[in-house]
């Protein structure tokens, strides 16, 4: 009983220890990430789009997969990202990009920051209801400031200095896609080092069992507005990136069917992963960029399909389903 | 401006909304019902609406149903096409969380709305309503739509149904004690799967009904199902948790925030609506009625 006790104490301690050191596999998403950029040279714009998607995924991933905060209106800091650089670079003529994307995130953090300080000491349905609301209020005020946001019609005329002041931007999206590509690993370097750290440990502690978490006198609110912010000022800058790379933003941007698409993205690969956003977004991307075509009504029926069959048999999502692969592969072998 | 003239704006704003307010309680207390009642993030409310729109209006064209037999169709049609999905689908979620519930239901409102489209196509479907309900009514003062006045009456029906319904009848009692206490209510006898098979259908039906009736004001194509939610899930969540009442209130007074704003302030468009119910349920985060 003790020993069994103490061994399993020393898995554990190991577990602990070795679960956050590099796995070999963890190097796939950029080798593929490079090698798309030499296999498909024509698709970079299609390319741009999935890395700002696994971007935006990766954000919510955070706030939904770790810390438990379930929301349905993440597109409210994409949304600020988007605005604010397209602003900047189109009323306001500064144009250069990487300050540009720093100045999205600022203030998609701030919007972050600010409604998650008031909303999240609300939990379950009335919580649900508050971020639909809140992102759906900016929506209105950006319809209502057409004067601003250019309305239905959007910002138009956002130009962009070269990257550097040396790469300028191709017709095809090479420079884009890298620069995606770049700005996507220092976030996603960012993620990795939160999710294991007490900080992230504390967040999955609230996501398993608030009441002991505060039993315990963890700070659970300070956590939780700290984890959206950060989430926030990602969403932000892969809006930003959206706004630059599509030299153009409409309110759509800001809509609920954003909200749900990333949603959609991060269930499908898998929640609490990393990786699952990676997954998530570019399979949804890809197919949604031949289907949707194809046929529309086949499409959105089998996205509701997908959702309604991973509630069901599959929650975590495709990489949790490779994971129980995985497994039972090992426990064959043995 | 004299008082006059803004006593008559006033009350311009408050009977339209109001009837406005009918109308959101109309086609949402049927997610009271679900929602509120067995606690279901139940987002595919708005595709029961749907589809108790499309149910009406092929009834009136395709079989020459008159108006009123139409809805009652598409009450009874589509709150027993709803039991099915309750027993395969939404049962095995009641214990899960609200992410689940809501993804589950999303993904069911997607597949509604595609299915919808490739049988009726996006135009949108017209609805001729009896010619007593097409008119207008003079007051005096001013004139009012009939089918809203109709709205306004149907709704002050519904209401006192559901309240005797749920407060006066023997099920109603048993469907309070089931959702207070599920176990205690199966330990004396009530078969509680049933009743929520039975209660849900109740309120798929109703969502049907008042997607039929809304037909007229706010038009249908199959994403009805999505564009009207936010407004039910205001609707329910402002009102609280299961309360006919709460409901009844909330619908109200959204009803005349949102027709005032806008009246008011064109520009702010369905600003206020939002801004008032974050205000709402900041103050009360179970809503006007509900158990804190």
């Known amino acids: ?334 | 401006m004299s008082l006059e003239h803004i006593l008559s704006i006033g009350a311009g704003i408050l009977l339209d909304g109001l009837a406005y307010g009918m109308v959101l309680f109309i086609v949402s207390v049927g997610l009271s019902v679900t929602m509120g009642l067995m606690g279901f993030a139940n987002l595919a409310h708005g595709a029961f609406a749907m589809a108790g729109g499309y149910v009406t209006v092929s009834m009136m064209s395709a079989l020459g149903v008159p108006f009123e037999l139409a809805l009652v169709c598409a009450f009874v049609l589509v709150g027993a096409a709803s039991v099915p999905f309750e027993r395969l689908l939404y049962a095995r979620l009641y214990r899960a969380g609200e992410l689940d519930q809501v993804l589950l239901t999303i993904g069911l409102v997607f597949m509604t709305i595609a299915a919808f489209t490739y049988a009726y196509g996006p135009a949108p479907q017209a609805i001729r309503v009896p010619r007593y309900l097409s008119g207008s009514v003079d007051f005096g003062f001013r004139t009012f739509a009939a089918y809203r006045l109709f709205m306004v009456l149907v709704g002050a029906l519904m209401m006192g149904a559901l309240w005797y319904g749920f407060e006066r009848t023997s099920l109603g009692a048993r469907i309070r004690a089931a959702v207070d206490n599920r176990r205690m209510a199966q330990s004396i006898g009530i078969d509680v799967d049933r009743l929520f098979t039975l209660t849900f259908a109740l309120g798929s039906g109703l969502a049907a009904l008042g997607g039929g009736l809304a037909v007229n004001l706010t038009g249908l194509t199959p994403t009805f199902a999505i564009q009207y939610l936010v407004f039910f899930l205001i609707v329910v969540a402002v009102g609280g948790a299961g309360s006919i009442k709460g409901t009844v209130l909330a619908a109200l007074v959204l009803g005349v925030t949102d027709n005032a704003g806008k009246y008011l302030f064109p520009a702010g468009g369905a600003f206020f609506i939002y801004a008032a119910t974050i205000a709402l349920l900041l103050a009360k985060p179970a809503g006007l009625y509900g158990k804190e």
């Open chain 1, 1 to 334: 009983m003790a020993r069994s006790e103490r061994a399993s104490g020393a898995a554990a301690a190991e577990f602990l220890l070795k679960r956050h050191t590099l796995r070999p596999a963890e190097a796939l998403p950029w080798l593929i990430g490079i090698g798309a950029y030499f296999a498909f040279p024509d698709y970079m714009a299609l390319g741009t789009q999935i890395l700002i998607g696994v971007m935006f995924a990766l954000s919510l991933d955070l706030v939904l997969g770790y810390a438990g905060i379930v929301t349905l209106g993440h597109a409210a800091f994409f949304g600020t990202g988007a605005y604010a650089a397209a602003l900047l670079a189109a009323r306001l003529g500064w144009s250069e990009p990487l300050s540009g994307l720093a100045f999205a995130g600022v203030c998609a953090a701030l919007a972050g920051f600010v409604s998650g300080w008031v909303l999240l000491r609300y939990r379950g349905l009335t919580l649900l209801m508050l971020t639909l609301a809140t992102a759906i209020m900016l929506y209105e005020l950006g319809n209502a400031r057409a004067d601003i946001t250019g309305g239905y019609d959007g910002v138009t005329g956002i130009t962009i200095k070269p990257l550097f002041g040396r790469f300028d931007y191709d017709l095809y999206g090479h420079t884009y896609y890298l620069y995606a590509l770049a700005v996507l690993f220092v976030l996603f370097v960012v993620a990795r080092r939160i999710v294991y750290s007490p900080f992230g440990q504390a967040l999955v502690g609230i996501r398993e069992n608030l009441r002991r978490m505060e039993a315990i006198g963890s700070p659970v609110h300070r956590r939780l507005v700290a984890i959206y912010t950060i989430a926030a000022a990602m969403a932000g800058v892969a809006g930003g990136l959206y706004a630059q790379s599509n030299a153009f933003v409409t309110l759509s941007a800001l809509g609920f069917e954003r909200s749900a698409s990333v949603l959609v993205m991060l269930i499908l690969g898998g929640t609490g992963r990393l990786y699952g956003a990676f997954l998530g977004a570019a399979i949804y991307m890809l197919l949604e960029d031949s289907l949707a075509k194809l046929s529309p009504e086949f499409w959105e029926f089998g996205v509701g399909l997908v959702l309604v069959l991973t509630v069901l048999f599959a929650r975590g999502g495709l990489l949790g389903l490779l994971e129980r692969a995985a497994r039972r592969a090992r426990g064959l072998w043995r």
